[in-house]
């Protein structure tokens, strides 16, 4: 296969020839090739890899939990479908604070729908759990459950890991629950990627949390109290730290233009990660939804019903890009390392996934940049050269 376009490292139109799975090779484009996919006004990106995704379109990969939605064995081809659709590559489940019982019935399903179908097991490379050992304050802990929050607990962890088969690869947890040092440390020795999130840390804390090995934050500037300290605060910690990669969400509710614009300038294309953090009310009709407890706006956006509370995101990274692109100064290059490179070197997967390049494992998604507010047109996403959305 030839993948014709330009290319958001350097804006060069060129080929991009795919052949068992790979690239083969990226060559500048000649006129006299045919194009197979793409065109003079499309732009090739790394296939896009999100970090944190809870669900989307009615569908959820969390069992038994506050959060409704069809968490059957169906959804998840169906959520990797909906993901496709908007222009990622790749996803990982975020599974989020509930009951214990909850939340291994939640990674065993995950696991298992990796295990059962190699194309399943390609789109979804790791998992995140989000919680539940998550600050218990208000604000703080967001949309989570209070009654299901608790200490870090690495037997229980553990318990996890083989439920998920192994496949729990970004932990969120808040450094000043008791016992969280030590388990930063031990998560850290066993390859799992720890992110700061959902917490009331003391600057201090945070620090000590890095020295410990995390090297991510969650959702930053979500998942926080309305009020804080103006300089002594955790915001401002994780984004001084040079050793912490930090999620933004850029779905146009979570942060202001500003802020996001800000949080970019400080991290650099290097050290930033654009997430969608969908819910399963995500990409829903309008209305009131889980018994009178959710609505989605006309906007997209997901609320606690009859307030202006986030409940979860409700846009996919089609639109987060596109903000990104509007509200930073990223640049598509900078863009394409925030949604591709960056996640893959998290994972460990920087060797094969997360560029353009010979010898690269074949994840592009193909797309047309808006002259408006609208997301991203895509236009193809390709996964290990297999053509998983064509528009």
């Known amino acids: ?38 065109g003079p006004d499309v732009w090739i990106a790394p296939g896009f890899i999100d970090t944190q995704f809870n669900g ?3 569908y959820n990969f969390n069992r038994g939990s506050w959060s409704k939605g069809d968490a059957s ?7 990797v479908e909906l993901a496709a659709r908007a222009g990622t590559a790749m996803i990982c489940p975020t599974i989020f604070t509930g009951h214990n019982e909850g939340m291994m019935d939640s990674l065993r399903s995950t696991a298992r729908a990796v295990a059962e179908d190699r194309n399943i097991a390609k789109a979804l490379p790791a998992i995140h759990v989000e919680g539940p050992y998550i600050s218990s304050e208000e604000g703080a802990r967001g949309a989570h459950p209070p009654e299901c929050i608790r200490d870090p607990d690495w037997d229980e962890f553990q318990r996890f890991q083989e439920a998920a088969n192994g496949l729990i690869k970004i932990l969120t947890l808040a450094p000043e629950r008791n016992g969280a040092l030590a388990f930063i440390e031990k998560a850290t020795a066993a390859g799992i990627v720890i992110s700061i999130g959902h917490t009331a840390s003391t600057p201090q804390q945070i620090r000590d949390a890095v020295d410990a090995g995390a090297c991510m934050s969650t959702h930053l500037g979500n998942g926080s109290h309305a009020m804080i300290p103006r300089h002594q605060n955790y915001i401002w910690e994780q984004l001084a730290d040079d050793r912490i990669t930090a999620g933004i969400i850029t779905d146009g509710h979570h942060l202001p233009p500003s802020v996001a614009k800000c949080f970019a300038r400080v991290k650099g294309p290097e050290r930033l990660v654009i997430v969608s953090d969908a819910v399963s009310l995500g990409g829903c009709p309008p209305g009131i939804y889980d018994d009178g407890r959710h609505e ?15 409940a979860g995101a409700g846009h996919l990274l089609d639109t987060c890009v596109a903000n990104a692109l509007r509200f930073t100064d990223l640049g598509l290059d900078g863009i394409a390392r925030a949604t591709a490179t ?3 070197q998290l994972l460990g997967l920087g060797d094969r996934k997360g560029r353009v390049a010979a010898g690269y494992d074949a994840d592009l998604t193909l797309f047309r940049v808006p002259q408006d507010e609208a997301p991203l047109d895509i236009v193809a996403t390709l996964v290990e050269g297999r053509t998983v959305f064509r528009a």
């Open 1 to 38: 296969m030839r993948v014709t376009g330009k290319l958001c490292e350097d804006g060069q139109y060129s080929v991009v020839t795919v052949a068992d799975n790979r690239i083969v090779s990226v060559e500048p484009h000649d006129a006299n090739q045919p194009v197979e996919l793409g």
């Open 56 to 58: 989307y379109g009615g």
């Open 73 to 79: 064995d169906a959804a998840i081809p169906r959520i």
């Open 296 to 310: 989605v706006l006309p906007s997209g956006k997901v609320v606690l019903a009859g307030t202006p509370y986030l």
């Open 342 to 344: 960056n996640p893959a």
